[in-house]
């Protein structure tokens, strides 16, 4: 009992990560917007989000759903759709009546939109495309840093650039952990799961490598660009680099040692909260 | 509640223990009595009285206010015993000896009323031997201004009231011990008065040119006009004494235009609950300045007792009464009145007018409008702070808030200034700059306002605005939080609104930008253990009103022949008698007066209120608002642009000094020129002339 909620809670940590980063996002961009305004945002936006978030989650689910199992599985799938669909409606009628009531911007109503499109197009038409294991890391990197994106633009759709530098940061690193999460090995041989199809090891580090390098981009181009705090940002960026930089290290080198996986993930872990903490300063 | 208390302590008790850490006090006394040689002839030859007689109503006045101080043991009232040759209360004049003993803060109000004591006293015995040693041993052993160094002291300099309290005393002690040399500062009396007497003349001319920084304060006018009265009465220079007159004329025009039924019924830079919130019909509000107000120009409550210097000091003076223009003004006033005035430099008016931010030059002008962390004014406070050794309570606030604003400055990379313009909302929003006051008055109500004063900037203790029907039904709205008094002030300070009034109706909008992270925390710690204040909240005290009448989000109330009405945009709920209260720091009032006069009956005005069409639609800061009142017609407001009243724009500002019926004088120019029926009162700070034609 107590592992089954233990995995449960573990399985919500994209959505709890999704909040934070929309909170981050209404805070980034809170100087287009009063406290009153503000103060109606992060309590209907986070409702909404967390819905929402929850509602990708679900996405997730569903699509690693297995065609071949039992009846009894079958209708736990259309159960899943339909939760999935209740939670995504439930967060954009909660979006839509804090655009009406608050008299926010109509046309931030297109956030909730695009991202509910664009994952129904990544569920439904990606595994064309992509393996199941890729789309799922896709997924839950978007759980998280679509929130940002969110929250920033609940205040004014006129987002600034360097929130787009961070949601891409916070993307391709989330996606680089995710990459060789799954070859960290706890008490048991490296291999991969058993019914996922994974890349061989030396792709896996040789692509979370290259979201290691894009993050490091998209964390230093800010600095240059006109965010409130450069030099705040800055005492924090340096840890977070240091991190980014040591996990772009290890994963170049390639040493197929299964303590190089547990260490770049320990990195790059450490890595994503200090990149939330300087974008938290930064502003 | 108790946990309440708890935190409120512990908040307070960390505070106190890093202050001591960093500034532990000590206090050495010396034993024997200050020697001294105090000059006993005054030859002075200025007439006070050239152009004019005090009226036989001001006499009165004073004659009945002595007889009431004559029998009070109050401290100050012992003037008036000593002026009368009625025996004093010695206890009472040796215990308030102690805090210029010990330094401690107001002092300097207690040294002005034993100045007024000595000076009185010369040729007399009324205050004997002993007693008098006491008095002129504490005062010798005093300090006088910050520049002194020496002893630490827990005294505030640099408020406006203090300001002239400290610069009146040092002048007139040092007139008064001309040769004798003072304890602390090692200064002689002579040197004393050469310090003080550029001081007191800069204080003056600072308020002929631009107005009260402390603007209609209820509480601190008191404290001026007691050194003031102190100056006509007892200083040599004909240029101070002349001068600190018509200082004191401006006062009394102050009162003159602004009272309303008995009382102080206006905006104000410096306010405490105290004396505004009454609980019941049993509880108790009042202005400071009732006494002096009343003595001046007969406005307000006849006194019961005798208690505060400013009026004892009236009553006492022999040189100063208010020319009879301003009594006139006062009972004409009391009917029909509309003025706009302005009081107060905008900080960035300082070279336009010839004002720098230097300690050296003219930062006590800034300091005098709470400007000590403004981005103009922070470096050469922190200077001020640092090299006089100044307790940064006595300044800014405690040690640990010094500290927070230095080292965020320093995490930041940024100079104080830089950084001090990121929490513009507090460091400019504590500065009393630029106030436009709208007043709009009629025999059954009165309207007055700060009109469009800084703006969603947290204040320390402003009265915005007041509705007002009588000396106890009246009406305001804050949103409360501002940096003042143990914070636990409700009704003053706090977050500002726009506030844009016309005539007998106003629209006050409550919003803020969002500041840095470190300061929006330290604002919601300070919340969390000093009581949670996330709320917008009137003053509508139902106790006070004949009759109260609530409808849809209008409540509305009648006293007399007067009414009110006061519109709340977000839900409200009476969180006690007189206590209307919404969540959340974003919010819109909408307040209408009428009167038996313009809709012949209470029901009529429930009835068209009730018609009026209301449009508010939130905005991402602030709201758009259309009105259509019932008497004004059309009006429109946002937080941002101009107020329109049935497709006109309305005047939000900068108004001149003063531009009423009485008095036309353009802002920063040295001159006023007060008119009423034929007669003509003069105030020329450029040539220093007061001048009365009747």
């Not at chain 1, 294991?133 to 940002?148: N, R, T, V």
């Not at chain 1, 894009?214 to 005492?235: A, E, H, M, N, S």
């Not at chain 2, 002291?153 to 040092?170: G, V």
Request: proline share 3%; charged share 20%; with cysteine.
């Amino acid at each position: 009992m107590k592992l089954k909620i233990r995995s449960k809670l573990r399985s919500a940590k994209p959505v709890v990560k999704g909040t934070v980063a929309f909170l981050l996002g209404l805070f980034l961009t809170r100087q287009f917007v009063g406290i009153g305004r503000l103060t109606s945002n992060y309590v209907f936006g986070t409702i909404a989000y967390i819905l929402i978030a929850i509602a990708g989650l679900i996405c997730i689910k569903i699509m690693q759903f297995d065609e071949g199992s039992s009846n009894k599985r079958k209708l736990n799938k259309k159960q899943l759709i339909l939760a999935e669909l209740c939670l995504f409606s439930v967060g954009f009628i909660i979006t839509l009546l804090d655009i009406i009531f608050f008299f926010l911007d109509v046309l931030i109503i297109l956030i909730p939109i695009s991202i509910g499109i664009i994952w129904t197009l990544f569920v439904y038409y990606a595994p064309k495309k992509l393996n199941s294991e890729d789309i799922k890391k896709i997924l839950l990197s978007s759980i998280f840093s679509l929130g940002l994106i969110y929250g920033a633009g609940l205040n004014t759709l006129i987002i600034p650039i360097y929130v787009f530098l961070f949601f891409s940061a916070i993307t391709f690193s989330q996606l680089s952990r995710e990459t060789i999460k799954n070859f960290i090995v706890k008490k048991r041989e490296l291999a991969p799961k058993s019914s996922e199809v994974e890349r061989p090891l030396d792709a896996a580090l040789r692509l979370s490598f290259k979201f290691q390098i894009i993050t490091i981009v998209c964390l230093i181009v800010p600095i240059f660009i006109d965010i409130t705090y450069p030099i705040l940002y800055l005492y924090i960026l340096i840890p977070t680099l240091l991190c980014l930089v040591w996990a772009c290290y290890l994963s170049y080198k390639g040493m197929n040692e299964k303590k190089i996986f547990k260490r770049t993930n320990v990195l790059l872990k450490f890595g994503i909260l200090f990149e939330l903490l300087a974008i938290l300063l930064s502003s | 509640m108790k946990l309440k208390r708890l935190l409120k302590f512990s908040f307070l008790f960390i505070i106190v223990i890093y202050q001591q850490n960093v500034w532990g006090a000590t206090f050495e006394i010396q034993q024997e009595l200050w020697p001294y040689h105090m000059r006993t002839y005054f030859n002075r030859t200025i007439d006070v009285f050239e152009y004019f007689n005090a009226t036989p109503e001001y006499r009165q006045r004073q004659n009945y206010y002595l007889g009431i101080a004559n029998v009070s043991d109050s401290f100050y009232a012992q003037s008036a015993h000593i002026y009368s040759n009625v025996s004093v209360n010695e206890e009472t004049i040796i215990e308030n000896l102690q805090k210029l003993y010990d330094y401690r803060d107001t002092m300097d109000f207690r040294m002005n009323g034993l100045v007024r004591m000595l000076y009185l006293n010369i040729n007399k015995t009324v205050l004997n031997g002993t007693t008098k040693d006491k008095v002129i041993d504490a005062l010798g052993k005093c300090k006088y201004w910050y520049t002194e160094l020496g002893r630490r002291d827990t005294a505030i300099y640099t408020t406006e009231n203090h300001q002239i309290q400290y610069h009146t005393s040092e002048y007139l002690l040092g007139q008064l011990f001309p040769n004798d040399t003072f304890t602390n500062s090692g200064m002689t009396g002579k040197q004393h008065e050469d310090h003080a007497a550029p001081l007191v003349k800069q204080w003056l001319d600072w308020r002929g040119q631009f107005g009260f920084s402390e603007w209609h304060s209820n509480t601190y006018y008191v404290e001026d006009i007691g050194p003031l009265v102190n100056l006509v009465d007892f200083a040599m220079d004909p240029e101070i004494v002349i001068k600190a007159a018509m200082v004191l004329d401006l006062m009394a025009f102050d009162f003159a235009i602004n009272y309303y039924k008995n009382l102080y019924a206006t905006s104000m830079g410096r306010a405490y609950d105290g004396s505004r919130v009454r609980e019941d019909v049993s509880g108790y509000a009042s202005d400071s300045v009732r006494e002096a107000a009343w003595l001046m120009v007969g406005v307000g409550d006849q006194p019961n007792d005798a208690g505060d210097l400013a009026a004892v000091a009236l009553a006492t003076s022999d040189h100063y009464a208010p020319p009879p223009i301003l009594e006139a003004i006062a009972n004409n006033a009391s009917q029909y009145f509309e003025g706009y005035e302005r009081n107060n430099l905008a900080i960035s008016e300082g070279s336009q007018y010839g004002l720098d931010y230097l300690e050296s030059g003219d930062l006590m002008y800034w300091w005098g409008l709470s400007g000590q962390i403004a981005p103009e004014t922070i470096e050469q406070s922190y200077y001020l702070v640092e090299t006089y050794e100044r307790d940064p309570m006595t300044a800014f606030g405690p040690q640990i808030l010094l500290d927070f604003i230095k080292w965020s400055a320093f995490f930041h990379g940024k100079s104080l200034s830089a950084y001090s313009e990121e929490l513009s909302a507090i460091s400019r929003g504590l500065l009393l700059e630029s106030a436009d006051i709208y007043t709009y008055r009629t025999p059954y109500y009165q309207l007055a306002g700060a009109q469009d004063h800084a703006k969603g900037l947290n204040g320390g203790q402003e009265l915005i605005w007041q509705a007002t029907l009588d000396n106890q039904a009246y009406v305001l709205t804050n949103s409360p939080g501002g940096y003042t008094q143990e914070l636990d002030q409700m009704y003053v300070g706090g977050w500002k609104p726009r506030g844009t009034f016309y005539k007998n109706m106003g629209i006050i909008q409550y919003d803020r930008e969002i500041m840095p992270f470190e300061a929006e925390a330290a604002i919601f710690l300070l919340n969390l253990f000093m009581g949670f204040k996330f709320y917008t909240h009137a003053y509508f005290p139902k106790w006070a009103f004949d009759n109260v009448v609530e409808y849809n989000k209008w409540t509305i109330g009648k006293k007399g022949d007067g009414y009110v009405a006061l519109y709340t945009y977000e839900p409200a709920f009476w969180a006690t008698g007189y206590e209307l209260r919404s969540w959340g720091q974003k919010n819109t009032y909408i307040v209408e007066l009428g009167s038996v006069e313009e809709y012949g009956s209470f029901e009529n005005f429930v009835t068209q209120i009730k018609q009026a069409q209301v449009s508010i639609t939130p905005l991402s800061l602030g709201y758009d608002i259309h009105y259509t009142s019932p008497s004004q017609g059309a009006v429109s407001v946002a937080w941002n642009g101009p107020m329109t009243v049935a497709g006109i724009n309305v005047d939000l500002g900068p108004y001149d000094r003063f531009n009423n019926t009485y008095c036309n004088q353009t802002f920063g120019i040295n001159i006023t020129d007060i008119q009423f029926n034929s007669t003509r009162l003069e105030l020329n700070f450029d040539n220093c002339t007061r001048l009365y034609q009747p």
